[in-house]
């Protein structure tokens, strides 16, 4: 069983006064369906799938304005079927698709810049090159007063100079 999107390029043509004579149907590979005006009108207000012609062993279906080859086994419910199960999945990947950039983008907004090197000279002469709470000299880092992860800035009010020990006690708490 197999069902696969055609790629139809549509070609109208019309009687002395303007009124449709006949639809043409044309193929990537050189193939032509020719419609009678009755039909194409049939084709265009079905809700239901409808046969178009026959090419070889597959049957080409006008469904849901796509046009469709399918085994010449299947019926109109099945195309629908699978026709219908084709945009499903469809939907669920692009829906997938969404959600993936989504969070690619939520990544790359949450990457923060690294603190200016006129910031971190400013608070390092503020906080004299030491930890503010127990005035340890080894393993300082900057540290954001209001954590970047809860909005905090890298302005210099809101960096200080932390050692190891109570930057990890600190954690992303507010103090």
Known sequence: MSLNRANVRIEERRGFFGALKEVRLWFAR???????????EQVSRAEEPVPVGLDGARRLWAADGDYWWADDALDAEAVA????DRERRQDARLDR?????AAEEEVERGRRERLPDEVRA??????????VRCGAE?????????PFSR????AVENIQILCGPCNRTKGDSII
């Open 151 to 154: 909005g905090g800035s890298n």
């Open 97 to 101: 698709l969404r959600k993936i950039r």
């Open 30 to 40: 050189d193939r032509e369906f020719t419609l009678n005006r009755e039909t194409w």
């Open 81 to 84: 079927l699978l026709a219908w």
């Open 122 to 131: 400013a608070v390092w002469h503020r906080d004299d090159g030491r930890c």
């Open 138 to 146: 080894q393993e300082l880092q900057f540290d954001h007063v209001i």
